[in-house]
């Protein structure tokens, strides 16, 4: 969606190796978030944040780091790439106030670990 | 996503209507989502509606929520091939800026 990219858009990694996917935004929103999306999970939270150095953990938040140094850029860490990491990751944005009521997605990126 | 349910497929013969049906468990949800997502892109929000509303239409789209029964449904009307795509049903809290999504409901449009 413009306004929020993702990178890579597909990745391909080795059990054990550390990863790090990109979320990039150009709308100065506040919030950003990192969903993982699974068949019959639907999109579940990893982590999110609220500003500048400030995250907090969502419900599958075990195994993945966060960091935002900056307004515009929103990092998630795979520490050590499982199996069961493999996914979709999607980057959400919003900024919560009277014309803006949602999330805005990026297009995801496609995790496979082997 | 486990506080918000979803049937898992619907399938509906062009030119009919879809309608898809959601639950969910908190009674303090400000605001109730429908977002959709076509195969291998991202989810693009199609409509909200308040807690406080009962309806709400929007071209082909009407949302209707019942709240005592904590039931959300989205009807598209003359629905079309391009309609086929996941459909999720989403609802944040009070003070809470994270939203908690169901499964998502797979709409097949059959010719």
């Known amino acids: 969606d413009a306004g929020i990219t993702q990178s890579p858009r597909h990745k391909v990694t080795e059990t054990g190796t550390p990863v790090t996917l990109r979320c990039h935004q150009t709308?100065?929103?506040?919030?950003m978030y990192w969903y993982r999306q699974d068949p019959g999970h639907g999109l579940r939270l990893i982590h999110y944040?609220?500003?500048?150095?400030?995250?907090d953990k969502g419900e599958v938040s075990d195994g993945y780091s966060v960091s935002r140094s900056k307004t515009e850029d929103f990092l998630l860490t795979l520490e050590s790439a499982t199996s069961s990491q493999t996914s979709v990751y999607f980057c959400?944005?919003?900024?919560?106030?009277?014309?803006?009521?949602?999330?805005?997605f990026g297009s995801g990126t496609r995790l496979t670990v082997v | 996503g486990e506080d918000v349910e979803q049937s898992l497929f619907l399938s509906v013969r062009e030119g009919d209507s879809s309608v898809i049906n959601c639950t969910y468990t908190?009674?303090?949800?400000?605001?109730l989502y429908w977002y959709k997502q076509e195969p291998g892109a991202g989810l693009q929000l199609l409509t909200y509606?308040?807690?406080?509303?009962d309806m709400k239409q929007d071209q082909r789209l009407t949302v209707l929520l019942n709240k005592k029964d904590k039931h959300l449904s989205l009807r598209i009307a003359d629905t079309q091939t391009g309609d086929s795509a996941i459909y999720f049903c989403?609802?944040?809290?009070?003070?809470?800026?994270?939203?908690?999504f169901g499964a998502g409901t797979t709409v097949t449009v059959r010719a």
């Open positions: 989403a609802e944040i809290y009070s003070n809470d800026y994270k939203l908690s």
């Open positions: 509606i308040f807690s406080n509303m």
């Open positions: 959400a944005i919003s900024e919560w106030d009277r014309s803006n009521y949602g999330y805005t």
């Open positions: 709308e100065n929103h506040r919030y």
């Open positions: 908190d009674s303090s949800s400000t605001y």
């Open positions: 944040s609220y500003g500048v150095k400030d995250t």
